[in-house]
């Protein structure tokens, strides 16, 4: 039986009717449209599904949909609503990423990082991207794009 959800998604209100046992991945990518949230792992491990839930990253991929109800959940779409973020300018500037498909999920972690830290070192950086997986890089130049906004900041 379907529940009927609310929340803020992106900055606008949501009211949606979801299973019990839908995944918020699902929801926000077959249902909403939102799909800068990626399927990779689907099991918690690889960060590409991280959304802001609250300003803190969780993985939509073991996040039920009900969960959210009443709460804020902010996506890539949301932060880039009026155009690239400085983060996202430095990814480009340090040619971060090959592939994309785990950026999001970067930039979902590194947001809530220097939400919280406006000024981490590598290691505080490392640290908070450490449940993000990438098969492309080398993890170097995103760290350096991280640092690069971090030290203008
Ligand atoms: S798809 Fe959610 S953590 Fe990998
Ligand atoms: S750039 Fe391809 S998985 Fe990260």
Known sequence: MKREINFTLNGDPVSIEVRPNE??????????????????????????????????????????????????IVTLEGLEKNGLTDLQKSFLKHNAFQCGFCAPGFTISATELLNNNPHPDENEIREAISGNLCRCTGYKNIVGAILDVAKKK
Not at 38 to 55: D, F, I, M, P, Y
């Open 23 to 72: 995944k918020l991945l699902d929801v926000l990518r077959d249902h909403l449209g939102v799909k800068s949230p990626k399927h990779g792992c689907g099991r918690g491990e690889c960060g590409a599904c991280s959304v802001l839930l609250n300003g803190k990253s969780i993985r939509s991929c073991i996040t039920l949909a009900v969960e959210v109800d009443g709460q804020e």
